[in-house]
């Protein structure tokens, strides 16, 4: 009986605290809807990286890239996102929406990093291991769920871009929207509970 009520009185403090079962949004300007590409960090070694009102996702704007040099990446990142509140090891859902078409060796790739403090990075993946798969006319909705890598002292980073082969006439033209990455809290525990969560259950012990 005093192991159940045991059992019982963790259960309740774990429930009381619902903040730790709620994802946390990291990305800023996902959505792109301040019109501009604040919250992006932007690597334009390839040309055209423009915000658009024509046929977004949803919402009023969306990003393009229109890559037309040869060999090269245009790339956006929501970088070095979530200091202080990733943690090694943590689970990361990361979602967007793409539209886009290729010629002669062009495609887009969506990659994650875990990054640390002052450069460098614990992990690196390409998200679905390929380019990404998508339609000229109509937007595809992708979601991942990943890992983060063994310390995110720098936070994490998600690039978005558009890559070119090196053939002559190639090109990657592509358009994100809705973009997200939220931050998994990990499961309520007696460790994430405290001392004095195990206080309060002691104490409960000791009057049974």
């Known amino acids: 009986m005093k192991k159940q009520r045991l059992a019982t009185s963790a259960l309740m403090l774990m429930v009381a605290l619902p903040s730790l079962s709620q994802a ?14 604040a919250g992006w960090t932007q690597f334009p070694s390839g040309p055209n990286q423009t915000i658009t009102n024509v046929s977004p996702s949803s919402g009023v704007f969306a990003a393009e890239i229109f ?17 202080g509140i990733v943690t090694a090891g943590q689970t990361v859902n990361i979602s967007f929406d793409a539209k886009g078409e290729f010629g002669n060796g062009g495609v887009a790739f969506a990659e994650f990093f875990s990054e640390l ?19 000229a006319n ?12 063994a310390n995110v002292s720098g936070g994490v980073t998600l690039q978005l871009g558009a890559t070119t082969g090196a053939a002559t006439g ?10 997200s990455v939220t931050a998994v809290p990990e499961p309520a525990t007696m ?16 009057k049974s």
């Open 117 to 135: 403090a002052g450069g460098g990075v614990s992990s690196s993946q390409i998200l679905g291991g390929a380019p990404l798969n998508v339609n």
């Open 138 to 149: 109509s937007w595809t909705t992708f979601n991942y769920t990943v890992t983060t890598g």
């Open 191 to 206: 460790t994430a509970l405290g001392v004095g969560a195990l206080a309060l259950i002691r104490r409960r012990k000791n």
């Open 24 to 37: 946390v949004e990291l990305t800023t300007n996902g959505g792109f809807e301040t019109g501009t590409f």
């Open 170 to 179: 190639s090109f990657a033209h592509v358009f994100y929207d809705n973009v």
């Open 67 to 83: 890559n037309t040099v040869a060999a090269s990446n245009s790339l956006m990142k929501q970088a070095n996102i979530g200091i």
